[in-house]
């Protein structure tokens, strides 16, 4: 049994929180809403899961300290662009030699471009860190069913911490050494399934996905192998597995966000209809500035940054893309 700080309260923090409350860990969530910590600790309820009833040994609190004090690791479950002032505050309670901090959020952070784990780092330069990732929708983790993941670290005794207290009969973890891999794949799979909800909101076909899939896949790990990813963790759980499941699921905010703007929706309609965070939105503008730094060709990565800041039209785009240059399969 371990004691498990989680900050963030989301539908990610509290599946997570909920999967590893079953297995006889004790919880404490850190919210920055009082609404939501009064929900899960007086009604166990979560508003972004209101199916799940919550295990008694979760409980949640809007202060870092009780949180944080005597847990064996912390998961960090923030949006990205939360990410830096949420650590600046509770860093001065983490005990970086002893509790690791599991990154469980997927993006960038817009002013640096930093990954997550180097904001991380750059805040509390001693801390071990980790990132979890894969293949896993909040509402099924949440009702059990069976999911895969990776973890990645450069600290082994993290990586088998985390896989040991994770893993069971419907969660089998993975590890790997390639955090910078990791991230990235979550981070940039995200944008491509934006671009699959347009495709869906504009009402192409299998085809399309296919493709859509295939060729995102080549611009992710183009950029991610510049950025110091190892080329085969993009064809992995963290890549083209995340890839697959955010692109094709009805789950995914991602997708559904892309769908509306497909479907003629302002982005500022499509952030409330959607009502959470959207990573791929938050991320495209920093993907496509790396893009242009290491000189990446990521054209389908190009267009959707001109549907989102240049106006261009969805099906224009779909039209720019269906036209380039032909060229041989790389």
Avoid at 199 to 226: H, M, P, Q, W, Y
Wanted: some cysteine.
């Amino acid at each position: 049994m371990k004691n498990i700080a989680i900050i963030g309260s989301g539908s990610w923090g509290v599946a997570l929180a909920i999967h590893l409350s079953r297995l006889g860990n004790n919880i404490k969530i850190w919210s920055y809403n009082k609404e939501e910590c009064d929900l899960i600790n007086n009604q166990r309820h979560c508003k972004f899961l209101p199916n799940v009833e919550l295990p008694e040994n979760i409980t949640c609190f809007t202060d870092y300290e009780p949180v944080i004090k005597d847990a064996d690791f912390i998961l960090h479950v923030t949006p990205s662009k939360a990410t830096r002032d949420t650590v600046k505050q509770y860093k001065k309670y983490v005990e970086p030699n002893k509790q690791p901090i599991i990154i469980c959020s997927k993006g960038f952070e817009k002013a640096t471009s930093y990954t997550l784990d180097e904001v991380i780092l750059d805040e509390i330069p001693d801390a071990k860190v980790a990132a979890l990732s894969g293949p896993s929708h909040a509402e099924e983790v949440s009702i059990s069913i069976p999911t895969l993941l990776v973890v990645a670290s450069e600290h082994e005794d993290v990586l088998n911490q985390v896989q040991e207290v994770f893993a069971c009969n419907k969660m089998r973890v993975y590890t790997s050494k390639d955090i910078k891999g990791v991230e990235l794949g979550g981070a940039l799979k995200n944008i491509i399934a934006f671009c699959a909800g347009v495709a869906a909101g504009i009402k192409l076909g299998d085809n399309t996905f296919a493709a859509l899939i295939t060729r995102g896949l080549g611009e992710i790990s183009r950029l991610g192998v510049k950025l110091g990813g190892d080329i085969q963790t993009f064809y992995g759980l963290s890549g083209l597995g995340d890839l697959i499941v955010t692109c094709l699921s009805e789950h995914s905010r991602n997708r559904r966000a892309g769908k509306l703007i497909g479907e003629g929706k302002t982005l500022e309609e499509t952030r409330k209809i959607v009502g959470m965070t959207i990573e791929s939105v938050d991320n495209i503008e920093v993907a496509h500035n790396l893009a242009k730094t290491y000189n990446v060709e990521m054209p389908i990565l190009e267009t959707v940054y001109k549907v989102l800041y240049e106006k261009l039209n969805p099906k224009e785009a779909i039209e720019i893309l269906m036209t380039r240059e032909l060229k041989a399969e790389i």
